[in-house]
């Protein structure tokens, strides 16, 4: 039986994109790679490993939403900072004491 990797990052979490550095917010978590293979070699800007986790994160600042490999994220250090996003009430309970709790669970 292969071993489920480990995901660094919580739902929750806010976390900040390394290369292009937006913030965003963790909404659910894939332990590999599970979104459309043509996506993946079509869009990708590098090969991302799809054996690790990968994130789908609400974008501060903007109406959109992200699917985005592990090594490409890195804790935000603006983790009090409110994340604005219109879908943020879709997945999070109103931010109390600098963190999101899930509306319900995802996975």
Not at 21 to 49: I, N
Not at 72 to 85: A, C, K, P, R, Y
Not at 94 to 103: H, I, K, L
Request: some cysteine; proline content about 7%; overall charge negative.
């Amino acid at each position: 039986m292969a071993k489920v990797p480990q995901a660094r990052f919580a739902i929750g979490q806010v976390v900040q994109h390394r290369i292009l550095g937006y913030r965003g917010l963790v909404f659910d978590v894939d332990p590999v790679y599970a979104c459309d293979p043509g996506w993946y070699e079509s869009l990708a800007r590098d090969t991302a490993p799809k054996d690790r986790p990968w994130y789908h994160v609400l974008v501060d600042g903007t109406e959109h939403v992200t699917y985005v490999a592990e090594r490409h994220l890195e804790l935000s250090g603006d983790v009090d900072e409110e994340i604005d996003n219109p879908l943020l009430e879709d997945f999070f309970l109103p931010q109390q004491s600098g963190g999101y709790t899930p509306r319900l669970s995802l996975n």
